[in-house]
């Protein structure tokens, strides 16, 4: 019963993206031109400037591809959905998509970090991992956080501002656990600091989940 | 007057702790010096917000539990209040920082927390200022406290470990913890800390009576002649 909701409503997130095609664009674009005003600005920069501007991107991606989970939904359909699936399901489900098209965008974007800012990866793998990290991280607070956004009828903006002092130390235990892939360093304590943000991850899914029933009634 | 016990308490241990804090000897270290005595006065600011934060909390769970709109009003008179202390220990802080290490701002982990911190709750202030409907308000204002405060805690011990602090008692630096004559200072820190406490509690107090007061007046329709 709890799978076949949650993939419906997954599956109905990834139907509504396909049909508006547009939007998933818009975002590809905005990751694209992102990338780019960043070249423009910093050219080839060094391993550690490198590390700061790819997660700074990151944070801007995850706000403008995430912001969507909830805010493009109108408070009708809400009233809807709140007939026919349980809180927990619905905002699950918004997660797990968020998470998926936030990795997406930020493949696109390592790539294009790669193509036009020089590519510095020892261990490319290991950060295409720290990537996939980074985007759960960054999607389920701001899942989370754009519920909230929705509800107070706020725009974008509301969630940047309450979003960031909270990623703040998230990026930069992302960034930390990155260096690791960019460049050789000996780093003591990485294992326990990649706990640590799963568990903090793990910590944001469960708040949400305790939480969102009472954002949503009315 | 029995009720208020704890208001004369406060005055005491406030009186004690300037006085003392200002005459009481200090034990003398290296580059700290008689600065040593910030301890009675920025340390407290940041238990009491702390303190008044993790109220705060509790009222928000309460109101999510119960619905009753009297808890929002407790909520978050304790965060405003909290957010004055932060206010006023960054500051105490930054002073003393400007005459020991040098430059009121220089990246040291616990500055940082705390710059996380306040601006979570000024975040939490805008949040709120944004919506005109009380019920509406309350809940999703409280939603966000719970998940800020509940967030807050761990990142207060993550942080702390990305960078090196410059904190007394902090990589290598000496405290008033490492030497055997720090009995003198608590005789005053540990009192400084309830007196602190107790005077924002108190602060808070007043503001939550001034803000049912109105709450009660907006929700009145009776015409009084």
Redesign the interface.
Known sequence: MFQGHLFSLIRKDIIIEWRQKHTLFGVLLYVGSTVFVVYMMSGQPEVKIWNALFWITQLFVAVNSVAKSFLQESAERFRYYFTIVKPAHFLAAKMIYSVVLLFIMSLVSLLLFNLMLGNPLVQTGLFVIITMVGSISLSVVFTFLSAIAARAQQNAALMAILGFPIVTPILMMLSNLAAKAISPVYQPGWWTLALALLLLDLLVVVLGVILFPFLWQE | MRRSWWKVVCIILLFYTIIGGFLLPVPVRFILNETIRNLYFHVPMWFTMILLFGISFAYALKY?RTGNLKYDIYSVEFTKVGVFFSIMGMVTGMEWAKYTWGEPWSNDPKQLATA??M??YF?YL??RG??KDEE?RA??S???N???F??MI??LF??P??VDSLHPGNGGNPGFNSYDLDSRMRMVFYPAVMGWFLLGYWMTTLRIRVSLINHERDNNFEIDA
Do not use: D, E, T
């Open positions: 999510l996380v911190c601006l979570m975040a805008i949040l944004g919506l509406k809940k999703i409280s939603v966000y719970v998940f800020a509940a967030l761990p990142l993550i942080l470990r990305m």
